[in-house]
T-cell receptor, first 114, second 116 residues
């Protein structure tokens, strides 16, 4: 157990809908990262927050947004869902936001868009 | 261009033997970090080992060691004394800087099968 929690574990929804994925980092970690893992694209970095502020942005679609709250938990919002958004979404956390910071991953949320 | 290349989609190893999983990377940044993660069939991503670009010695963590050859831009993972529980997907990743902060790029992974 990495200490990173994600809810829900599974989510099934329809195209066009909006969902929110939630992540709580390990105790003491200030950075939260979001990743998408799909069969065709592999593991893709989406976005990183550090202590409430956006720190780095990867291949995140405009339909997706995220935020990190004062208690350091984070939410990833996915809207206007398409079939291709079906994937495993990981949250990871680290103490800092530097080059050498090891990221510890949560168990993931499996999103299925029908 | 691929930044992280794992050329072995699948590999077999006999239990108790050592195995090397290949990883090459591409960056022009002198400062970067290299990571290996394990993903069992249950789906979670487990951190295994880290190597910094300025580290002089190869990283080791228990049965895992990283064969870091900077000039060749390779960071191969060596698992000694393989166990059945080592059967999983293994991902090599690189963290580097640039405009817009540090980003982590993952390779496509290598699926390791440990045979009894």
């Amino acid at each position: 157990d990495s200490g990173v929690t994600q809810t829900p574990k599974h989510l099934i929804t329809a195209t066009g809908q909006r969902v929110t994925l939630r992540c709580s980092p390990r105790s003491g970690d200030l950075s939260v990262y979001w990743y998408q893992q799909s069969l065709d694209q592999g593991l893709q970095f989406l976005i990183q927050y550090y202590n409430g502020e956006e720190r780095a942005k990867g291949n995140i679609l405009e339909r997706f947004s995220a935020q990190q709250f004062p208690d350091l938990h984070s939410e990833l919002n996915l809207s206007s869902l398409e079939l291709g958004d079906s994937a495993l979404y990981f949250c990871a956390s680290s103490v800092g936001s530097g080059l050498t910071d090891t990221q510890y991953f949560g168990p993931g949320t499996r999103l299925t868009v029908l | 261009a691929q930044k992280i290349t794992q050329t072995q989609p699948g590999m077999f190893v006999q239990e108790k033997e050592a195995v090397t999983l290949d990883c090459t990377y591409d960056t022009s940044d002198p400062s970067y970090g290299l990571f290996w993660y394990k993903q069992p069939s249950s789906g979670e991503m487990i951190f295994l080992i880290y190597q910094g670009s300025y580290d002089q010695q190869n990283a080791t963590e228990g049965r895992y060691s990283l064969n870091f050859q900077k000039a060749r831009k390779s960071a191969n993972l060596v698992i000694s004394a393989s166990q059945l529980g080592d059967s999983a997907m293994y991902f090599c990743a690189m963290r580097e800087g640039g405009t817009g902060g540090f980003k982590t790029i993952f390779g496509a992974g290598t699926r390791l099968f440990v045979k009894a």
